[in-house]
């Protein structure tokens, strides 16, 4: 019998019981160099299996099918037979080859972006990722490629969906520096300026032992965004005590251009940071952030009327456009009702006279909703100081922590501790 036909056999015969898939997974192994060789012959092979009952013969099949170089014909015919195996496949089988499925969902991605369509492997992508995560506090090197797809294809609220997990297991770190980027960048796009801090921040100060691009560009949008969503340099540029030396270090000399952008902003001169950015526009647009600078731009005029409502209770337009510096009080009518509708400041305008009247924030924290959201995040504060603590019990149980730990410190002695040196009965 011929060797293809004899493997198609054993996947047939041995992908029903855990003992028979396991028998079959080292035969497979031993067969991986003879299936890339015969490539040419794998389409009809995989005709005469079913991506849900043969779930990891499948896979050993289509990763040697498509581990060559393809033409955009070709990509055409691989991507539906790709995203097929994705839906059907059985999670348990294709988690005993892990690396094998992963290659070949990102051979995926590689080739809906030669054909220019990132959005025909989003789904696929996403349901990739869940099969493979063990759980949904572990993030998988598809994770960042799913979010990648999402950005590309403008699909902002579906890579929302999977930035709500709590990830607490990384298996690299590059996968977690990108899925922070790539969730910051798509909680920009959506407008949840918090979130995006949150994630890109976790780039910033993560553990590195030499600094990467992708923490420079993270800390670049951390600034815009900081400044568009707080308003204040001081919180841009700095960064906390538990970041790495390396980006203590080095992050700032990389992203010279924006601290002189946060530094200009915290003068809260508008004329003079429109200056600076229209000097730099070329850098800013090289590094695609130019519509993020935009924004801080016109954050300065939002800054500058929010201060406004702390010393007047009622002002007119013109004023405001004065003050602000805006063109007129047209512009400044339509900035004021976009900072109302934005819920960034309550007041009612009244057009027959032009003046602005400040109110107070109305809300009163004691209705069914707010007590609602509140108890939702003390449990979500609790549930997640659980976990820190049975993290910190979990580590400080690990032999290997121990002993690296035990080669970096030195023998205790009494100077360590507050011991009394005399004791009074």
């Not at 779930?55 to 170089?69: E, H, K, P």
């Not at 992050?251 to 950015?277: D, P, R, W």
């Not at 090289?286 to 409502?309: E, F």
Request: hydrophobic share 40%; with cysteine; proline share 3%.
């Amino acid at each position: 019998m011929d060797p293809l036909e004899a493997l198609v056999a054993q996947i047939q015969g041995l992908s029903s019981t855990p003992g028979d898939i396991a028998r079959l997974h080292v035969i497979l192994k031993q067969a991986d160099d003879s299936l890339r060789s015969e490539s040419t012959r794998l389409s009809s092979v995989l005709a005469q299996l079913a991506p849900s009952e043969h779930s990891l013969g499948f896979l050993y099949v289509l990763d040697a099918f498509t581990s060559g170089q393809i033409s955009k014909q070709q990509a055409e015919t691989t991507v539906p037979i790709i995203t097929g195996f994705i839906n059907a496949c059985n999670a348990e089988q294709i988690r005993l080859a892990p690396e094998k499925f992963v290659l070949v969902c990102k051979r995926l991605k590689d080739q809906v972006m030669m054909l220019e369509a990132p959005i025909r492997s989003v789904g696929p992508l996403f349901t990739a990722a869940r099969k493979l995560q063990l759980s949904t506090e572990h993030l998988t090197p598809l994770h960042s490629d799913f979010l990648l797809l999402c950005l590309l294809a403008k699909c902002y609220k579906t890579g929302l969906s999977i930035l709500e997990d709590g990830i607490f297991e990384v298996d690299q770190p590059r996968d977690l520096f990108l899925y922070c980027y790539y969730g910051g960048m798509i909680c920009i796009g959506l407008k949840r300026f918090q979130k995006a801090l949150d994630l890109l921040h976790n780039v910033v100060t993560a553990p590195m032992s030499s600094l990467n691009a992708i923490a420079v560009e993270a800390y670049k949008k951390y600034i815009l965004v900081s400044l568009i969503h707080h308003g204040q340099w001081q919180i841009s540029t700095s960064l906390p005590k538990y970041a790495s030396s390396v980006a203590q270090r080095s992050l700032k000399n990389f992203c010279q251009h924006y601290i002189e952008l946060a530094n200009s902003y915290g003068t809260e001169k508008i004329a003079e940071l429109e200056a600076y950015v229209q000097t730099n526009t070329e850098k800013f647009e090289n590094d695609n952030n130019l519509g993020l600078v935009k924004q801080v731009v016109l954050s300065m005029y939002k800054r500058n009327i929010q201060r406004l409502t702390q010393t007047y209770l009622t002002l007119s337009l013109q004023d405001i456009a004065n003050t602000v510096q805006l063109n007129s009080p047209k512009e400044a009518e339509m900035h004021v009702l976009q900072m109302i509708q934005d819920g960034e400041i309550y007041a009612t305008i009244n057009q027959r006279d032009g003046m602005v009247r400040f109110l107070e924030d109305p809300e009163q924290y004691k209705t069914c909703e707010m007590i609602e959201h509140i108890d939702s995040s003390i449990q979500r504060i609790m549930a997640l100081s659980r976990k820190l603590s049975a993290m910190d019990e979990q580590i400080s149980c690990d032999q290997l922590y121990l002993s690296k730990v035990g080669r970096e410190r030195q023998r205790y002695d009494f100077d360590d501790f507050d011991v009394p040196t005399k004791f009074n009965i």
